[in-house]
Protein backbone atom coordinates (compact mmCIF):
# COMPACT_ATOMS: atom_id res chain seq x y z
CA UNK A 1 0.00 0.00 0.00
CA UNK A 2 1.47 3.41 -0.73
CA UNK A 3 1.04 6.78 1.13
CA UNK A 4 -0.04 6.75 4.67
CA UNK A 5 -1.98 4.97 6.54
CA UNK A 6 -4.34 7.77 7.71
CA UNK A 7 -5.03 8.85 4.14
CA UNK A 8 -6.44 5.16 3.59
CA UNK A 9 -10.45 5.70 4.06
CA UNK A 10 -10.37 2.93 6.02
CA UNK A 11 -7.69 3.56 8.36
CA UNK A 12 -5.58 1.00 9.76
CA UNK A 13 -8.17 -1.44 9.56
CA UNK A 14 -10.68 -2.99 7.63
CA UNK A 15 -10.88 -3.27 3.74
CA UNK A 16 -7.77 -1.10 2.08
CA UNK A 17 -8.58 1.14 -0.93
CA UNK A 18 -5.40 2.36 -2.92
CA UNK A 19 -4.68 6.01 -1.96
CA UNK A 20 -2.22 7.63 -3.59
CA UNK A 21 0.93 9.06 -1.50
CA UNK A 22 -0.16 12.13 0.06
CA UNK A 23 -3.81 12.32 -0.97
CA UNK A 24 -5.22 14.89 1.17
CA UNK A 25 -8.62 14.61 2.96
CA UNK A 26 -11.38 17.25 2.95
CA UNK A 27 -13.84 18.22 5.87
CA UNK A 28 -17.23 16.55 5.09
CA UNK A 29 -19.04 17.67 2.34
CA UNK A 30 -23.08 18.46 3.13
CA UNK A 31 -24.04 20.77 0.13
CA UNK A 32 -25.79 19.95 -2.58
CA UNK A 33 -23.04 20.94 -5.06
CA UNK A 34 -19.46 20.82 -4.93
CA UNK A 35 -16.36 21.10 -7.01
CA UNK A 36 -13.46 18.29 -5.93
CA UNK A 37 -9.86 18.28 -7.22
CA UNK A 38 -7.28 15.78 -7.66
CA UNK A 39 -4.98 14.24 -4.94
CA UNK A 40 -8.00 14.75 -2.44
CA UNK A 41 -10.65 12.41 -0.97
CA UNK A 42 -14.11 13.59 0.07
CA UNK A 43 -16.65 12.22 2.67
CA UNK A 44 -19.64 12.99 1.19
CA UNK A 45 -23.20 13.12 3.30
CA UNK A 46 -26.40 13.25 1.74
CA UNK A 47 -28.33 12.90 5.16
CA UNK A 48 -30.36 15.39 3.64
CA UNK A 49 -29.59 16.04 0.32
CA UNK A 50 -28.56 15.03 -3.43
CA UNK A 51 -25.11 16.07 -3.86
CA UNK A 52 -23.79 16.98 -7.76
CA UNK A 53 -19.86 16.46 -8.15
CA UNK A 54 -17.99 18.44 -10.57
CA UNK A 55 -14.81 16.93 -11.53
CA UNK A 56 -11.57 18.97 -12.56
CA UNK A 57 -12.27 20.75 -15.77
CA UNK A 58 -8.29 19.68 -16.87
CA UNK A 59 -6.75 16.35 -15.80
CA UNK A 60 -3.54 14.21 -15.96
CA UNK A 61 -2.70 10.15 -16.37
CA UNK A 62 -2.69 9.18 -12.94
CA UNK A 63 -5.02 12.26 -11.22
CA UNK A 64 -6.88 10.23 -8.10
CA UNK A 65 -9.87 11.08 -6.30
CA UNK A 66 -11.84 9.27 -3.46
CA UNK A 67 -15.14 9.80 -2.76
CA UNK A 68 -16.94 8.13 0.32
CA UNK A 69 -20.13 7.81 1.51
CA UNK A 70 -19.90 9.36 4.95
CA UNK A 71 -23.41 8.82 6.24
CA UNK A 72 -24.51 5.32 4.44
CA UNK A 73 -27.17 7.35 2.98
CA UNK A 74 -26.43 7.33 -0.99
CA UNK A 75 -28.95 4.62 -1.28
CA UNK A 76 -31.34 7.37 -0.08
CA UNK A 77 -29.47 10.75 -1.92
CA UNK A 78 -27.90 9.49 -4.49
CA UNK A 79 -24.30 11.45 -5.94
CA UNK A 80 -24.64 12.17 -9.38
CA UNK A 81 -20.98 13.03 -11.18
CA UNK A 82 -20.47 15.73 -13.44
CA UNK A 83 -17.33 14.73 -15.82
CA UNK A 84 -17.23 18.33 -16.53
CA UNK A 85 -16.05 18.35 -20.30
CA UNK A 86 -13.75 15.17 -19.75
CA UNK A 87 -15.08 11.70 -20.18
CA UNK A 88 -15.98 9.13 -17.87
CA UNK A 89 -15.45 5.13 -18.99
CA UNK A 90 -15.04 6.17 -21.95
CA UNK A 91 -18.25 8.52 -22.18
CA UNK A 92 -18.29 12.10 -22.98
CA UNK A 93 -20.15 14.37 -20.18
CA UNK A 94 -23.08 14.61 -21.42
CA UNK A 95 -24.15 10.73 -20.01
CA UNK A 96 -25.41 10.66 -16.17
CA UNK A 97 -23.27 9.19 -14.13
CA UNK A 98 -25.35 8.25 -10.29
CA UNK A 99 -23.70 5.95 -7.57
CA UNK A 100 -27.04 5.17 -5.31
CA UNK A 101 -25.84 2.39 -3.24
CA UNK A 102 -25.78 2.82 0.86
CA UNK A 103 -22.08 2.50 2.04
CA UNK A 104 -20.28 3.09 -1.20
CA UNK A 105 -16.69 4.22 -1.62
CA UNK A 106 -15.32 5.85 -4.75
CA UNK A 107 -11.77 5.64 -5.94
CA UNK A 108 -11.53 7.66 -9.11
CA UNK A 109 -7.96 7.28 -11.50
CA UNK A 110 -7.81 10.06 -14.70
CA UNK A 111 -6.35 7.28 -17.76
CA UNK A 112 -6.36 9.38 -21.09
CA UNK A 113 -8.80 11.54 -23.16
CA UNK A 114 -10.37 8.64 -24.60
CA UNK A 115 -11.55 6.58 -21.34
CA UNK A 116 -11.43 9.59 -19.08
CA UNK A 117 -12.14 8.99 -15.65
CA UNK A 118 -12.18 5.36 -14.06
CA UNK A 119 -13.32 3.81 -11.16
CA UNK A 120 -10.12 1.99 -9.82
CA UNK A 121 -12.64 0.80 -7.42
CA UNK A 122 -16.31 0.82 -6.31
CA UNK A 123 -16.76 -1.38 -3.32
CA UNK A 124 -20.27 -2.20 -3.07
CA UNK A 125 -21.79 -1.35 -6.70
CA UNK A 126 -22.53 1.18 -9.31
CA UNK A 127 -24.71 2.06 -11.55
CA UNK A 128 -23.74 1.81 -15.35
CA UNK A 129 -23.84 4.92 -17.10
CA UNK A 130 -27.33 6.32 -18.39
CA UNK A 131 -27.74 7.55 -21.98
CA UNK A 132 -29.03 11.09 -22.17
CA UNK A 133 -32.59 11.05 -23.15
CA UNK A 134 -34.33 13.38 -26.09
CA UNK A 135 -35.76 16.67 -25.59
CA UNK A 136 -38.07 17.38 -28.35
CA UNK A 137 -40.00 15.40 -30.47
CA UNK A 138 -41.57 15.44 -34.03
CA UNK A 139 -45.09 14.73 -35.03
CA UNK A 140 -45.18 14.10 -39.01
CA UNK A 141 -47.57 12.95 -41.92
CA UNK A 142 -50.80 11.16 -41.41
CA UNK A 143 -54.11 11.53 -43.48
CA UNK A 144 -56.13 15.19 -42.73
CA UNK A 145 -58.84 14.62 -45.33
CA UNK A 146 -56.16 13.80 -47.83
CA UNK A 147 -52.29 12.44 -47.14
CA UNK A 148 -50.36 15.23 -46.06
CA UNK A 149 -46.56 15.22 -44.91
CA UNK A 150 -46.52 18.28 -42.71
CA UNK A 151 -44.87 17.92 -39.44
CA UNK A 152 -45.16 19.84 -36.21
CA UNK A 153 -42.03 20.10 -33.79
CA UNK A 154 -42.47 19.91 -30.02
CA UNK A 155 -40.18 21.74 -27.54
CA UNK A 156 -38.66 20.79 -24.54
CA UNK A 157 -41.47 22.12 -22.44
CA UNK A 158 -44.07 19.88 -24.69
CA UNK A 159 -45.53 23.06 -26.45
CA UNK A 160 -46.36 22.20 -30.01
CA UNK A 161 -45.26 24.74 -32.82
CA UNK A 162 -47.41 25.52 -35.84
CA UNK A 163 -47.35 23.06 -39.20
CA UNK A 164 -43.72 23.24 -41.11
CA UNK A 165 -44.21 22.21 -45.08
CA UNK A 166 -44.03 18.82 -45.50
CA UNK A 167 -41.26 16.83 -46.88
CA UNK A 168 -41.13 13.71 -48.64
CA UNK A 169 -44.27 11.42 -49.88
CA UNK A 170 -47.75 12.70 -48.81
CA UNK A 171 -48.25 9.57 -46.75
CA UNK A 172 -50.36 8.01 -43.73
CA UNK A 173 -50.56 4.96 -41.71
CA UNK A 174 -46.42 5.48 -40.86
CA UNK A 175 -44.19 4.99 -38.56
CA UNK A 176 -41.15 6.51 -36.05
CA UNK A 177 -38.91 6.26 -33.83
CA UNK A 178 -35.41 7.75 -32.53
CA UNK A 179 -32.21 6.42 -33.55
CA UNK A 180 -28.71 7.24 -33.34
CA UNK A 181 -29.15 9.10 -29.93
CA UNK A 182 -30.68 12.36 -30.90
CA UNK A 183 -32.42 11.51 -34.56
CA UNK A 184 -35.30 10.35 -35.53
CA UNK A 185 -37.03 8.35 -38.48
CA UNK A 186 -40.42 8.27 -40.22
CA UNK A 187 -41.03 4.86 -42.57
CA UNK A 188 -43.79 2.98 -44.29
CA UNK A 189 -46.91 4.09 -44.81
CA UNK A 190 -49.56 4.61 -47.44
CA UNK A 191 -50.01 7.14 -50.51
CA UNK A 192 -53.51 4.70 -51.60
CA UNK A 193 -50.63 2.27 -52.01
CA UNK A 194 -48.45 0.51 -49.37
CA UNK A 195 -44.58 2.17 -49.55
CA UNK A 196 -41.32 1.31 -47.79
CA UNK A 197 -39.81 4.44 -48.24
CA UNK A 198 -38.28 6.63 -45.18
CA UNK A 199 -37.28 9.87 -43.86
CA UNK A 200 -34.70 10.80 -41.90
CA UNK A 201 -34.87 13.68 -39.20
CA UNK A 202 -31.69 15.41 -38.08
CA UNK A 203 -30.86 16.69 -34.54
CA UNK A 204 -32.73 20.07 -35.57
CA UNK A 205 -35.65 18.73 -36.54
CA UNK A 206 -35.14 18.85 -40.09
CA UNK A 207 -36.42 16.18 -42.13
CA UNK A 208 -34.63 14.79 -45.57
CA UNK A 209 -35.98 13.62 -48.23
CA UNK A 210 -37.06 9.82 -49.52
CA UNK A 211 -34.69 7.32 -49.20
CA UNK A 212 -35.07 4.48 -51.52
CA UNK A 213 -37.58 1.82 -49.73
CA UNK A 214 -36.40 -1.47 -47.78
CA UNK A 215 -37.95 -4.70 -46.62
CA UNK A 216 -41.63 -5.61 -47.41
CA UNK A 217 -44.21 -2.19 -48.16
CA UNK A 218 -47.03 -2.24 -45.72
CA UNK A 219 -48.96 0.39 -43.47
CA UNK A 220 -50.08 0.78 -40.09
CA UNK A 221 -47.07 -0.61 -39.02
CA UNK A 222 -44.97 0.98 -36.07
CA UNK A 223 -41.80 1.25 -34.45
CA UNK A 224 -39.79 1.27 -31.47
CA UNK A 225 -36.11 1.77 -30.11
CA UNK A 226 -33.76 -0.59 -29.05
CA UNK A 227 -29.86 -0.98 -28.02
CA UNK A 228 -29.83 2.65 -26.98
CA UNK A 229 -29.38 4.44 -30.59
CA UNK A 230 -31.59 1.92 -33.29
CA UNK A 231 -35.07 1.28 -34.18
CA UNK A 232 -37.09 -1.57 -35.18
CA UNK A 233 -39.98 -1.36 -37.64
CA UNK A 234 -42.33 -4.22 -37.01
CA UNK A 235 -46.32 -5.75 -37.97
CA UNK A 236 -48.30 -3.67 -40.44
CA UNK A 237 -50.10 -4.78 -43.17
CA UNK A 238 -50.28 -5.17 -46.52
CA UNK A 239 -54.02 -5.71 -47.74
CA UNK A 240 -53.25 -8.53 -44.97
CA UNK A 241 -51.52 -8.71 -41.45
CA UNK A 242 -47.64 -9.59 -41.19
CA UNK A 243 -45.68 -9.86 -38.38
CA UNK A 244 -42.32 -9.17 -39.51
CA UNK A 245 -39.55 -6.74 -38.56
CA UNK A 246 -36.61 -4.18 -40.15
CA UNK A 247 -34.00 -3.00 -38.02
CA UNK A 248 -32.55 0.33 -38.63
CA UNK A 249 -28.59 0.53 -37.66
CA UNK A 250 -27.36 3.67 -35.79
CA UNK A 251 -26.67 5.80 -38.84
CA UNK A 252 -30.59 5.56 -40.10
CA UNK A 253 -30.09 2.70 -42.13
CA UNK A 254 -33.36 0.11 -42.66
CA UNK A 255 -32.37 -3.51 -42.74
CA UNK A 256 -33.74 -6.32 -44.69
CA UNK A 257 -36.95 -8.17 -43.67
CA UNK A 258 -36.65 -10.35 -41.06
CA UNK A 259 -38.98 -13.13 -40.05
CA UNK A 260 -42.17 -12.30 -38.36
CA UNK A 261 -42.57 -13.37 -34.45
CA UNK A 262 -45.54 -13.32 -33.18
CA UNK A 263 -49.52 -12.72 -34.14
CA UNK A 264 -49.74 -10.69 -37.07
CA UNK A 265 -51.79 -7.38 -36.80
CA UNK A 266 -51.90 -3.81 -37.04
CA UNK A 267 -52.76 -0.89 -35.48
CA UNK A 268 -50.77 -1.37 -33.22
CA UNK A 269 -48.07 0.86 -30.55
CA UNK A 270 -44.41 0.49 -30.11
CA UNK A 271 -42.49 1.87 -27.47
CA UNK A 272 -38.76 1.94 -25.84
CA UNK A 273 -38.56 0.51 -22.42
CA UNK A 274 -35.72 -0.55 -19.89
CA UNK A 275 -33.20 1.53 -21.50
CA UNK A 276 -32.42 -0.22 -24.13
CA UNK A 277 -34.97 -2.47 -25.40
CA UNK A 278 -39.02 -2.33 -27.05
CA UNK A 279 -42.35 -3.46 -26.89
CA UNK A 280 -44.87 -3.72 -29.19
CA UNK A 281 -48.47 -3.93 -28.11
CA UNK A 282 -51.97 -4.34 -29.09
CA UNK A 283 -53.72 -3.96 -31.92
CA UNK A 284 -56.12 -5.80 -34.75
CA UNK A 285 -55.65 -9.11 -36.75
CA UNK A 286 -59.16 -8.83 -37.57
CA UNK A 287 -60.56 -9.02 -33.98
CA UNK A 288 -58.90 -6.62 -31.24
CA UNK A 289 -56.20 -7.95 -29.04
CA UNK A 290 -53.72 -6.46 -25.77
CA UNK A 291 -51.26 -9.04 -26.60
CA UNK A 292 -47.17 -7.56 -26.25
CA UNK A 293 -44.11 -8.64 -27.67
CA UNK A 294 -40.71 -7.94 -26.10
CA UNK A 295 -37.59 -7.33 -28.47
CA UNK A 296 -34.58 -7.19 -26.38
CA UNK A 297 -31.39 -5.04 -26.68
CA UNK A 298 -30.46 -6.61 -30.05
CA UNK A 299 -33.54 -6.14 -31.97
CA UNK A 300 -35.19 -10.10 -31.74
CA UNK A 301 -38.86 -9.90 -31.28
CA UNK A 302 -39.88 -12.81 -28.68
CA UNK A 303 -43.32 -14.58 -28.65
CA UNK A 304 -46.27 -13.34 -27.70
CA UNK A 305 -46.97 -12.60 -23.86
CA UNK A 306 -50.70 -12.66 -22.95
CA UNK A 307 -52.85 -9.79 -22.96
CA UNK A 308 -53.20 -7.51 -20.24
CA UNK A 309 -55.50 -4.49 -20.51
CA UNK A 310 -58.38 -3.41 -22.72
CA UNK A 311 -57.83 -5.04 -25.82
CA UNK A 312 -58.20 -1.88 -28.60
CA UNK A 313 -56.33 -1.28 -31.64
CA UNK A 314 -54.69 2.63 -32.51
CA UNK A 315 -53.37 3.10 -29.19
CA UNK A 316 -50.36 5.00 -28.60
CA UNK A 317 -47.23 4.22 -26.96
CA UNK A 318 -43.65 5.61 -26.15
CA UNK A 319 -41.13 6.08 -22.98
CA UNK A 320 -41.57 8.40 -19.91
CA UNK A 321 -39.35 8.54 -16.75
CA UNK A 322 -35.93 6.64 -17.01
CA UNK A 323 -36.83 2.93 -18.11
CA UNK A 324 -40.46 2.86 -18.21
CA UNK A 325 -43.27 3.28 -20.89
CA UNK A 326 -47.05 3.80 -21.52
CA UNK A 327 -49.79 2.48 -24.08
CA UNK A 328 -52.54 5.04 -24.14
CA UNK A 329 -55.66 5.68 -25.49
CA UNK A 330 -57.11 3.42 -28.46
CA UNK A 331 -60.44 2.11 -30.22
CA UNK A 332 -62.72 -0.89 -28.73
CA UNK A 333 -65.79 -0.29 -30.09
CA UNK A 334 -65.56 3.07 -28.68
CA UNK A 335 -62.88 5.63 -28.23
CA UNK A 336 -60.87 5.17 -25.25
CA UNK A 337 -58.83 6.86 -22.96
CA UNK A 338 -57.17 4.06 -20.97
CA UNK A 339 -53.58 3.37 -20.03
CA UNK A 340 -51.33 0.97 -18.78
CA UNK A 341 -47.79 1.59 -17.75
CA UNK A 342 -44.89 -0.70 -18.78
CA UNK A 343 -42.05 -1.35 -15.69
CA UNK A 344 -38.77 -1.43 -16.46
CA UNK A 345 -38.33 -4.54 -17.25
CA UNK A 346 -41.56 -4.91 -19.61
CA UNK A 347 -44.39 -5.84 -17.63
CA UNK A 348 -47.68 -3.75 -18.83
CA UNK A 349 -50.03 -2.93 -15.49
CA UNK A 350 -53.48 -3.10 -15.71
CA UNK A 351 -56.08 -0.53 -16.64
CA UNK A 352 -55.59 2.82 -15.33
CA UNK A 353 -58.33 5.87 -15.62
CA UNK A 354 -58.00 7.87 -18.51
CA UNK A 355 -57.48 11.83 -19.36
CA UNK A 356 -58.40 13.91 -21.92
CA UNK A 357 -60.43 13.03 -24.70
CA UNK A 358 -60.76 9.57 -26.28
CA UNK A 359 -59.31 8.70 -29.77
CA UNK A 360 -57.14 7.14 -31.23
CA UNK A 361 -54.65 6.48 -34.45
CA UNK A 362 -52.71 9.58 -32.86
CA UNK A 363 -49.09 8.97 -31.60
CA UNK A 364 -46.81 9.45 -28.98
CA UNK A 365 -43.31 10.59 -28.69
CA UNK A 366 -41.01 11.41 -25.23
CA UNK A 367 -39.75 15.04 -24.65
CA UNK A 368 -38.00 17.12 -21.94
CA UNK A 369 -35.82 13.87 -21.08
CA UNK A 370 -38.33 11.60 -18.94
CA UNK A 371 -41.78 13.03 -19.92
CA UNK A 372 -44.16 11.91 -23.35
CA UNK A 373 -46.73 13.76 -25.24
CA UNK A 374 -49.78 12.16 -26.95
CA UNK A 375 -51.19 14.16 -30.10
CA UNK A 376 -53.67 13.97 -32.90
CA UNK A 377 -55.64 10.62 -33.97
CA UNK A 378 -59.65 10.53 -34.01
CA UNK A 379 -62.38 10.29 -31.84
CA UNK A 380 -64.84 10.38 -34.92
CA UNK A 381 -63.92 13.47 -36.47
CA UNK A 382 -60.13 14.14 -36.80
CA UNK A 383 -58.19 15.52 -33.81
CA UNK A 384 -55.35 18.38 -33.25
CA UNK A 385 -55.47 17.78 -29.65
CA UNK A 386 -52.50 16.83 -27.29
CA UNK A 387 -51.73 15.13 -24.24
CA UNK A 388 -48.65 15.87 -21.65
CA UNK A 389 -47.96 12.47 -20.31
CA UNK A 390 -45.27 13.34 -16.93
CA UNK A 391 -42.48 11.68 -15.57
CA UNK A 392 -45.04 9.32 -13.64
CA UNK A 393 -47.11 8.53 -16.33
CA UNK A 394 -49.96 10.55 -15.36
CA UNK A 395 -52.01 12.10 -19.04
CA UNK A 396 -52.75 15.43 -18.58
CA UNK A 397 -55.90 16.82 -20.31
CA UNK A 398 -56.63 18.36 -23.49
CA UNK A 399 -54.23 20.81 -24.78
CA UNK A 400 -56.08 22.97 -27.40
CA UNK A 401 -54.97 21.58 -30.96
CA UNK A 402 -51.88 23.61 -32.74
CA UNK A 403 -51.48 22.11 -36.51
CA UNK A 404 -53.34 20.68 -38.60
CA UNK A 405 -55.87 18.04 -37.33
CA UNK A 406 -55.04 14.19 -38.65
CA UNK A 407 -55.02 10.93 -37.80
CA UNK A 408 -52.99 7.85 -38.90
CA UNK A 409 -49.49 9.90 -38.35
CA UNK A 410 -46.46 9.39 -36.05
CA UNK A 411 -44.12 10.71 -33.37
CA UNK A 412 -40.29 10.80 -32.81
CA UNK A 413 -37.69 12.25 -30.28
CA UNK A 414 -34.92 13.66 -31.51
CA UNK A 415 -32.58 16.43 -30.09
CA UNK A 416 -30.37 15.96 -26.76
CA UNK A 417 -30.51 19.54 -26.47
CA UNK A 418 -33.24 21.82 -24.59
Known amino acids: MSGLVKDNIFGSSGVVL????????QSVVTASTVTVSAAKGYFINTTSNACTITLPSAAEAGDQIILVDYARTWGTNAITIDSNGLNFQGEDDSYT?????????????YSDATTGWTPSSDIVNALEPVEPQTQKTIFGYG????????????NSSGVVATDTTGVGTARQGIAAASYGGDKAIFGYGTTGSATNVSNLVNNSG????????????RFQLRAAGYGTDKVIFGYGTTGSVVSETNLVNNSG??????????????????????GDKGIFGFGTTGSYTGITNLVNNVGVVASDTSAVGTARFGPGGTKYGTNTAIFCFGYNDSQLNTRNLVSSVGVVAADATGAGTGRNNGAAASYGGDKAIFGF????????????????????????????VRTSLAAAGFSLSA
Not at 18 to 25: D, K, T, V
Not at 97 to 109: K, P
Not at 143 to 154: H, K, M, P, R, Y
Request: charged share 10%; no cysteine.
Open 18 to 25: EAAGGLSW
Open 97 to 109: VDYDTAGQSLNLV
Open 143 to 154: LAGANVSITNLV
Open 206 to 217: VVASDVSGVGTS
Open 253 to 274: VVGADVSGVGTAREQLAGATYG
Open 377 to 404: GTSGDQSGATNLISNTGVVGSDVTAVGS
